[in-house]
Antibody, heavy 119, light 110 residues
Framework: QVQLQESGPGLVKPSETLSLTCTVS??????????WSWIRQPPGKGLEWIGY???????KYNPSLKSRATISEDTSKNQFSLNLSSVTAADTAVYYC???????????WGQGNLVTVSS | QSALTQPASVSGSPGQSITISCTGT?????????VSWYQQHPGKAPKLIIY???NRPSGVSNRFSGSKSGNTASLTISGLQAEDEADYYC??????????FGTGTKVTVL
């Protein structure tokens, strides 16, 4: 059974960089079959796609994030990470990591990690 | 990229059928059969209930069904039950090799 677990600080100051890590068990981030993705959900609002990474480290991002997002992977630890720079209060959200299949649907999700941007 | 358009809320009585629409463009919903639907209960992670427009993952009730016509995909819940009360989101692959979510629909069981 595949499991994903987000980890990272719950509070980040404005203008700093938000950093989250997703640890994968029961599957491999280097399998070349799946994509590994980040999604966020501001409190009381809908889901927003952030981006994904797939084998060889190739990435795609939501254009609305204006190049602030960076997704990377650490195959030795079977993890992938999100860095979001220059955060503001609008980046306050529950951040989910999820596995994206080759047919572009999310079959496994982490439980979510609430990140609050505040001084 | 713009979010796919869903009705903000849909309601129905137990046993009834309801349908949630998800409208995009020819660059996303209309251009690919990679539309999926997710159910989200409060405080929980979303759960996949439909993929590739109309396929159900193992373990998902057959009361959930999906379809697509042109740029609009639809999720139908038949035999509505109290446990179906949740938020529902569609998502689609896009011609830019990205994903886009719908605006979300709150389903209320009366």
């Amino acid at each position: 059974q595949v499991q994903l677990q987000e980890s990272g600080p719950g509070l980040v100051k404005p203008s700093e960089t938000l950093s989250l890590t997703c640890t994968v068990s029961g599957g491999s981030v280097s399998s070349g079959i799946h994509y590994w993705s980040w999604i966020r959900q501001p409190p009381g609002k809908g889901l927003e796609w952030i981006g994904y990474i797939y084998y060889s480290g190739s990435t795609k991002y939501n254009p609305s994030l204006k190049s602030r997002a960076t997704i990377s992977e650490d195959t030795s630890k079977n993890q992938f990470s999100l860095n979001l720079s220059s955060v503001t209060a609008a980046d306050t959200a529950v951040y989910y990591c999820a596995r994206l299949t080759g047919y572009f649907h999310y079959d496994y999700w982490g439980q979510g990690n609430l990140v609050t941007v505040s001084s | 990229q713009s979010a796919l358009t869903q009705p903000a809320s849909v309601s129905g009585s137990p046993g009834q059928s309801i349908t949630i629409s998800c409208t995009g463009t020819s660059s996303d919903v209309g251009g690919f059969d990679y539309v999926s639907w997710y159910q989200q209960h409060p405080g929980k992670a979303p759960k996949l209930i439909i993929y590739d427009v109309s396929n159900r993952p193992s373990g998902v009730s057959n009361r959930f069904s999906g379809s697509k016509s042109g740029n609009t995909a639809s999720l139908t819940i038949s035999g509505l039950q109290a446990e179906d009360e949740a938020d529902y989101y569609c998502t689609s692959y896009t011609s830019s090799d990205t994903l886009v979510f719908g605006t979300g629909t709150k389903v209320t069981v009366l």
